[in-house]
C-alpha cells in the first residue's frame, strides 16, 4: 500500500482536507449548482504526455504518467475523469503535497480532491499512475468551489524530459512486497518508479512511453528475432493502440531523452543482439534527428545488467555517435537484489528510490541542471 498522506494538513491559518476515493472518502457527486466548471480545453489547464484532445472540452490520456494540472483560488476541487474499464488509478498533489491514490471507478466519473482550502491561491496537479493496457482515461474538467478563480499557472523551470521504457519504468507491480505475486493495476504506481521519482526531483515536464513487456526487437519471452508491437513498431502512435492516430513529435521536445528498453530482449532465451543493436540505432538515430538539440541517454536498468546488453549498448552508442557527436551517453542503474522485490520480480520501492536518485544526480550534471 502506499504511505497515506495525513488527512488534515496544517497551513499558516488554517486546516484543509485532502479528499480522494481512496481511504478517505468515497466518489461524491457534483452537487454544487453553482460550482466552478473548469473544462478541459480551458487555457489555463496543463496537460503533460502523450493526449488526444488537448485544448477541446475533452482530453483522452492513455499512458503512465499523464498528467493535468492547474492553478485556482478556491476552497474545493474536484475533477472529472470518466474511465473506460474502472481499472486505472489516479494520485493527486494538492498545493504540492501529495494525497492517497485513487481508483478510477466512479459511477459519475467525479471526484472530490480537496476541500477546506485556506484562502489564497493553489494548485492542483492529477497523475494518472497504471500503464497503457489499463486502458484509456477521458479527462472532463476541473470543479471549483462557487465563487473560485482560475489563475495562470505561472513560469516553470525550461526541463522536459521523454522516457521511454517497459513495466520498470510504468512502476510494475511496485507496491507489492512479495515477488510471487502477478500483476494487478492495484500494485502498479508509476508516481513510485524510478522514473516517476526522477522527473519530479528535477522539477520537470515529462512525456512517458512505457509498456510492461515491451522490447526493441522481442517482448517478454518472445521469438529470439523479434515480436509483433515492438518499442518502434508502438512508439509512432498517440496511444499503445496500433489503430490509433500517428503522434505529432512537434507537440513535445525533450531537452533529454531516456531509453531504458532491453530487459525483456535480453530476458529468458535471449534475442537476435545483431538485429537488436540495428533496430536500437535506426529508432535511437530516429530521436536525435526529431530532436537536434536533445541529448540522448542509454539506461541500463535494475534487472538486466549483465555483460550482453551493456557490450551491445556501448556498440550502439558507438554507432549513434557517428551522426550525433556528443549527444549519446550510457548510463547503468544499481542492480536490484539487495532490497527487496515488487510483484514477478519487478524493482521494489526501496529499490526504485535508489536508481532514482542515481538517474537525478546524473541527468543533474549531465544538464547542469541546478
Known sequence: MTRSVPLLIMALTATYSVLTQAGCCSPVSNRAEKALVVAAGDSSVLVSGRADGIGTDSVTL????ARIRLRFAGSEVGIRLADERGDNWAVAWIDGVKGEKFRLNAPDGFYKLASGLPQGEHTVEVVRITECDVGLTHFGGFVLSPGAKVLPWGPEKPRKIEIIGDSITCGYGIEADDPNLHFTPETENFSLSYAGLTVRALEADWTIVSRSGIGMIRNYDGPRDGSEHAMPEVFPHLFYLHESPMWNPAVFTPDVICINIGTNDFS?????????????????????????????????????????????????????ETNAPGRITIFAMSAQGSRGYGADWHPSRAQAEVNAAELTAYLRDLMDWR
Open 62 to 65: 492513455g499512458w503512465s504518467g
Open 268 to 320: 529468458t532465451t535471449g534475442c537476435n543482439v545483431e538485429k537488436f543493436e540495428a533496430a536500437y540505432v535506426t529508432f535511437a538515430g530516429n530521436l536525435l534527428s526529431l530532436y537536434p538539440k536533445a541529448k540522448l541517454v542509454l539506461l541500463r536498468g535494475p534487472m538486466e545488467n549483465g555483460e550482453p546488453l551493456k557490450a551491445s549498448l556501448e556498440a550502439i552508442k558507438v554507432r549513434l
